[in-house]
């Protein structure tokens, strides 16, 4: 029992003493700092959390210009949804009007009756699209230039984030001696199998 005790302690002291190491290793580069970010704050708009957006977050957080940056380009993001999706709102439920329109058309039954009511709802329709063509123009400018604003905003994450990601690379250099040491290892096992019978 006391054997057991006195392995208790020592495993733990060891623990405690490993843990004390690496609280106290210094971090040089901002991929280490990020560790296991999961806030909402570090995922992308388009919500998966990619290394990229993980490390810029990381490299902006105590950045006031670049937070302001990328709290613009959220908004603009926010903003274009919710203004967009009023004009589409009302642009649907004109698409939906007509088309139900025309299918009601088909049932009625006077030939002559259904043939001037599908010219009066096209007369209608073809109005109405003419009267929303340059608003649906200036919606589709909207989204090419949202488009835009993600592809110039990414390639400034990326740009931002490549001398960071470098940094971690020198900091964490690739060794082989210890693959060497492993493959080794796995041979001399390999070869007492080979010749075990």
């Known amino acids: 029992m006391k054997k057991l005790f006195f392995a208790s302690v020592i495993v733990l002291s060891l623990l405690s003493c490993r843990e004390n190491k690496s609280d106290n290793s210094p971090v040089d580069n901002v991929i280490d700092n990020t560790g296991s970010l999961v806030s909402g704050s570090l995922k992308s708009y388009r919500g ?40 589409r709102n009302i642009l649907n439920t004109s698409t939906s009007y007509y088309q139900d329109a025309h299918q009601q058309a088909k049932s009625i039954t006077d030939s002559l009756v259904r043939q001037q009511v599908e010219k009066e709802i096209m ?73 075990l019978k």
């Open 48 to 87: 998966d959390e990619m290394t990229v957006n993980r490390i810029y977050f990381e490299l902006i957080k105590n950045d006031k210009s670049l937070t302001a940056l990328n709290s613009k380009i959220v908004n603009s993001f926010e903003e274009t949804e919710k203004t967009l999706a009023v004009y």
């Open 123 to 195: 007369a209608s329709s073809d109005q109405y699209d003419l009267k929303v063509k340059n608003i649906e123009e200036r919606m589709d400018l909207i989204n090419k230039n949202k488009e835009t604003l993600t592809s110039l905003y990414t390639a400034f994450k990326i740009r931002k984030t490549l001398p960071e990601i470098e940094k971690y690379q020198n900091v964490h250099p690739l060794q082989k001696d210890s693959l060497d040491h492993f493959i080794n290892k796995q041979n001399r096992l390999l070869e007492e199998l080979k010749n």
